[in-house]
């Protein structure tokens, strides 16, 4: 159970990375958001980046989540949500748990049990009545931007990275080492799209520069936060449960966020509670108790075998 308290945990922490950034957006860009919360994070990581070189195989890992499951999913989000709708975006929220699920099973080895697929579906009802609220789209507006849908898909097949390509060294390096090393590769991607001649031809705006002139210390504090919080605790946690837990079994509490989400609006923002937040919720509970029970204890898998475990 150590290992669900730590998921429980870290999602709470990138629930409220919704409200948070939201404050931060008062007084940055978005992609001034991104680069500033991942410079104050790599260097709240900078104390645990030192020791053992580690291996060929692991650095690859590093390598592939910092840029393509950290790095490149805050940019492509960012871009992605602008161009496309934000009801095709709340839809799309399940994609990081599928492909988690999708593949961990392919190259980790896990079961895809009647369980997680149950707790997947659900999840997916679940967090689909939290963002839409009984409102059903229009055709037209599911179709949107064809391009900004591509990349929001996109977005959340490269998040899932994040956990099925570092598990097997997450367990090597250990979770503050790897995530430390992991958000030392994502920073050299996140300043090079940030820079005013590249972050134009992404279509992310005129990059760095604005909010060193407008951003208050509210807006600079929100992004202290977001460093703090779903920055660096949150990434530990879920790489400390990533330790215990199989991954396609961490996925269904990805869809804790919204509710969480939903919830701090309630206490900060004094929004109203809704029968369909309600629904939501207690979809997403029985989506998170079914993947929880499946597979009783997590078996070590195909990847890692005992011996290569360094602890």
Same mark, same amino acid.
């Given at each position: 159970?150590?290992?669900?308290?730590?998921?429980?945990?870290?999602?709470?922490?990138?629930?409220?990375?919704?409200?948070?950034?939201?404050?931060?957006?008062?007084?940055?860009?978005?992609?001034?958001?991104?680069?500033?919360?991942?410079?104050?994070?790599?260097?709240?990581?900078?104390?645990?980046?030192?020791?053992?070189?580690?291996?060929?195989?692991?650095?690859?890992?590093?390598?592939?989540?910092?840029?393509?499951?950290?790095?490149?999913?805050?940019?492509?989000?960012?871009?992605?949500?602008?161009?496309?709708?934000?009801?095709?975006?709340?839809?799309? *929220?399940?994609?990081?748990?599928?492909?988690?699920?999708? /593949?961990?099973?392919?190259?980790?080895?896990?079961?895809?049990?009647?369980?997680?697929?149950?707790?997947?579906?659900?999840?997916?009802?679940?967090?689909? /009545?939290?963002?839409?609220?009984?409102?059903?789209?229009?055709?037209?507006?599911?179709?949107?931007? *064809?391009?900004?849908?591509?990349?929001? /898909?996109?977005?959340?097949?490269?998040?899932?990275?994040?956990?099925?390509?570092?598990?097997?060294?997450?367990?090597? %390096?250990?979770?503050?080492?790897?995530? $430390? /090393?992991?958000?030392? +590769?994502?920073?050299?991607?996140?300043?090079?799209?940030?820079?005013?001649?590249?972050?134009?031809?992404?279509?992310?705006?005129?990059?760095?520069?604005?909010?060193?002139?407008? +951003?208050?210390?509210?807006?600079?504090?929100?992004?202290?936060?977001?460093?703090?919080?779903?920055?660096?605790? +949150?990434?530990?946690?879920?790489?400390?449960?990533?330790?215990?837990?199989? $991954?396609?079994?961490?996925?269904?509490?990805?869809?804790?966020?919204?509710?969480?989400?939903?919830?701090?609006?309630? %206490?900060?923002?004094?929004?109203?509670?809704?029968?369909?937040?309600?629904?939501?919720?207690?979809?997403?509970? *029985?989506?998170?108790? +079914?993947?929880?029970?499946?597979? $009783?204890?997590?078996?070590?898998?195909?990847?890692?075998?005992?011996?290569?475990?360094?602890?």
């Amino acid at each position: 159970m150590e290992g669900f308290g730590y998921l429980l945990a870290s999602n709470i922490l990138g629930g409220a990375s919704y409200v948070m950034t939201a404050w931060a957006l008062a007084g940055f860009t978005p992609i001034e958001v991104v680069f500033w919360r991942t410079l104050l994070t790599a260097a709240l990581f900078m104390p645990w980046v030192r020791g053992p070189r580690p291996g060929r195989e692991d650095l690859c890992r590093v390598a592939v989540v910092g840029v393509f499951g950290y790095a490149l999913p805050l940019v492509i989000g960012t871009v992605g949500q602008r161009l496309s709708s934000a009801t095709l975006a709340s839809i799309l *929220i399940g994609v990081e748990p599928a492909s988690i699920v999708l /593949l961990s099973w392919l190259f980790l080895g896990e079961r895809l049990t009647r369980g997680k697929s149950l707790g997947l579906l659900a999840g997916v009802l679940g967090g689909a /009545l939290v963002t839409l609220q009984g409102r059903l789209p229009a055709l037209h507006s599911l179709s949107g931007e *064809i391009g900004g849908n591509l990349l929001l /898909l996109l977005h959340g097949f490269c998040w899932s990275l994040y956990t099925v390509v570092g598990k097997p060294s997450v367990r090597r %390096l250990g979770a503050v080492r790897f995530t $430390a /090393l992991a958000m030392l +590769a994502a920073l050299p991607p996140v300043a090079l799209a940030a820079c005013p001649w590249v972050a134009p031809h992404l279509g992310l705006g005129a990059g760095l520069g604005r909010g060193l002139e407008s +951003a208050g210390p509210s807006a600079w504090l929100a992004v202290a936060l977001l460093s703090i919080g779903p920055g660096f605790a +949150a990434c530990v946690l879920w790489n400390l449960a990533l330790e215990r837990v199989d $991954a396609s079994r961490l996925a269904h509490f990805i869809f804790l966020q919204p509710v969480v989400g939903i919830g701090l609006g309630l %206490l900060v923002e004094r929004k109203p509670l809704s029968s369909w937040s309600i629904a939501g919720a207690c979809c997403i509970g *029985i989506g998170i108790f +079914a993947a929880a029970r499946a597979d $009783a204890p997590a078996r070590t898998t195909r990847s890692v075998r005992p011996q290569e475990d360094g602890r």
